[in-house]
């Protein structure tokens, strides 16, 4: 055994059991599987060029060499993004530990309790620092949060302001400048027209639907929103703050002014700024705007014994179930980095918070005395943490970059420094020698820092926050940790067992491709930091753009986008900008076929575009008849084709050349979805195929961890012809010369998460994810061999092969009363989180093992469908008091002194052996949806209120 091969760990099968796979299916070799389920027209004709595979050992020396060519110096720059002090027992117990890391977006509430917790607490923290009624479980990061509040502001203008097409949205000039290009980005294709200006000269006319304020503003200074607000609200104007977070601990929270949305990045709350994210942003609003907020909401409800049971709430109005009609394509949430901001805050409680903030206020404070004592003019008169010095730059630049210190220059005559958690006395005290230098004055030293508080009155947080008993019990470290533990044990994760997730890719996340994420040179580096400063990072991002490149067959690649939906998007914003280069302003008709993601309709419509569907044929393939029919009739107007490959319904569909043809001879262009590329890579590409962008989910084929919902991240790969439309940043020069306007805040996206990838490349090589791939393929067919005669798959290629994935049918059960959803939830006694449920198809079950998986845990896997196949034909419809009715089993169940149900315990909790050696006990049984919908409560309320709901 190869001890120095990475593939060799990453890879589930053993060679021995690669070829009792192979017998069981009938096959020779591997590649004979790969020749019946690839068609031989898109194979790639020679390997992909990549570095040698590196053992384990020699990545970590290289990625820790690279770690030094990024110079983490002290940085004051401020613009939504900060040092912080992330609790060494949350970096623990938290980002280091793969049963939070490695989880899945919590669809199945009953093994998902402990997230789902998390969460909730989240939601409360926002809840409570905005004043607002309602919040979201985690956006992206804070730019794309507010274009979602300009696009929920415009979808719920009222009656009259839609009657007359009002559709200018004020933008304050104080706005941070990558919310400012992410708000034009998302403007434009959907008719909403900005005007940028000073919101102390705003008319508020009545052309206006609405409005953003930043809160402090960009450069510091905090100004009175609360005049603001209510001028607004006289004028039918609804207003959209975006605020500072930790500010919020001193500033009173919009909503007691009469905000409508509040949103910002909770990255302040102990998580590292990693050269742009992943950071978990906010959104809130109020109760009356539910079903337009944007991402995941988490819930209160109650299960089948009436016990409180937390949930995704509204999950029937999540934005990509919507498809054409959503006003969102959000689909991926920043959990594991809201769980690590929730725990921060549950940690200090709201008595740590105002220690931390006012630690910071009064050490800019004392700054700003020294500063003007020294003879500066400190041009802000209201301010939280950040200062703005009037003077030339050009001195006091050179001496801060000798000193090495980073500070903010939005002019050749303002200097701007943004204080933070991590600023010491001796920090202040070397920023006062910076600029005594610049004035060639003798330096002041000071020793304390001053209690005297800059903010206005007016504006001062009177209101209580963090009131309820989870912020202020768990302050010890002993404490915080044990409260982790207990709801981790409540949630399963990859560390337990298989989650065999279609379109999910749900696979190892190797230990070594996860380390450096903590280290000190990777996690403290400003995404606006200059660029000679960040070597290491951007040496990293090139050549993972170079590797996407050659794997996919394309030209060029951009990572920005920090979500598969977010690269959706931006995969249909570099085809419209390409289109309008062209003068085809015109051009607004996006096919799609009936089987897509619904997150790409919600896209096309995002981006402008006018949603015609295909159809597919019986076999789940794509309707090529009506496919030409659909493309010619609309060829004078197609823009793009969004199609996914393999098929959603788990079929290399042998027509995909002549698909790609037909839309390329009617003058559009071809968008594939990524989502299943983990059954391309090494074998065929998009480009190979005929595709002219892609999106991929970094977080699905190239190993970044789902983290219970996010972080994901969604790179574009485009072909010659798009290169010149990759998006750009207003900071960070990225993109192409004619770059389309910002898709994600930070200029890389969430940088920090790329170098998983970057590993997982890396450590692979062009062999290793080569044979990941077949190995895919193999574990798919292996379980669809193994379930014939249980189960039926429903669709197979052309020599009866499934792809990565296959989709299992289980609509015939109902006949004996059987829904999908009683086989996902009955899995769980079985020690499994269940398939995806009823994607593309009501009514089955999209099974993936990936490469990850042994042959040992896909029989576990396979046995255990196998028996709930006996238990199905063990009931009728008559009978509802069965085993799988009754799923979910917990704990207290089986040990309650009475047990009237008629099976045993045994059948309930141990159906097979090998339970009993790893049991996983969901914490609640089935939890009531609907009534968690008629009762919406989604914040810590006290037991009481949750009892009158």
Known sequence: MNTNAFALRHIGPKEEDQNLMLNALGLDSLDQLIYETIPDDIKLKSALNLDEPMTEHEYLLHIHDLSKLNKARKTYIGLGYHPTVMPAVIQRNILENPGWYTAYTPYQAEIAQGRLEALLNFQTMVIDLT??????????????????????????????????????????????PQTLSLLQTRAIPIGIELVIGNEDTFDFSSDFFGAILQYPGKNGQITDIKLFINQANNARIKVAVAADILSLVKLEAPGHFGADVVVGTTQRFGIPMGYGGPHAAYFATKEAYKRDLPGRIIGVTKDANGNRALRMALQ??????????????????????????????????????????????????TLANALEALGYNQMNDSYFDTLRIKTKTKKIKRIASEKK???YYPSKNTVAISINETTSIRDINYLISVFAEAAGKETIVISSTEHHNNISDSLKRTSEFLTEPVFNTHHSETELMRYIKLLERKDLALNHSMISLGSCTMKLNAASEMLPLSWFKWGNIHPFAPLKQAKGYLTILKELEDQLTEITGFAATSLQPNSGAQGEFAGLMVIKAYHESRGDHHRNICLIPSSAHGT???????????????????QGNIDVDDLREKAELHAENLSALMVTYPSTHGVYESAIKEVTKIIHDNGGQVYMDGANMNAQVGLTNPGNIGADVCHLNLHKTFAIPHGGGGPGVGPICVAKQLVPFLPGNPIIKTGGDQAITAISAAPFGSALACLISYGYIKMLGTEGLTKSTKIAILNANYIKHRLEGSFDTLYSGER???????????????????????????LMDYGFHAPTVSFPVAGTLMIEPTESESKAEIDRFCDAMISIKKEIDAVSKDDSNNVLKNAPHTLAMITADEWLLPYSRKVAAFPLDYVRENKFWPSVRRVDDAYGDRNLICSCTPIEAYAEA
């Open 131 to 176: 004043g607002m009624e309602i919040a979201n479980a985690s956006l992206l990061d804070e730019s794309t949060a507010a274009a979602e509040a300009m696009s929920l502001l415009f979808a719920v203008r009222e009656r009259d302001q839609k009657k007359a097409g009002i559709n200018k949205f004020f933008v304050s000039k104080n706005i941070l």
């Open 316 to 365: 029937t109005r999540e934005q990509h179930i919507k498809r054409a009609k959503a006003t969102s394509n959000i689909c991926t949430a920043q959990v594991l980095l809201a769980v690590m901001a929730s725990m921060y805050a549950v940690y200090h409680g709201p008595k740590g918070l105002e220690f931390i903030a006012n630690k910071i206020h009064n050490k800019a404070v």
């Open 405 to 407: 210190v980073n500070l």
């Open 600 to 618: 790409n309709p919600a896209s096309a419509v995002m981006a402008g575009m006018k949603v015609v569907v295909t159809k597919s044929t019986a």
């Open 800 to 826: 009866g092969r499934a792809a990565h994935e296959m989709i299992v049918d289980c609509r015939p059960f109902k006949a004996n009363g059987i829904e999908v959803t009683d086989i996902a939830k009955r």
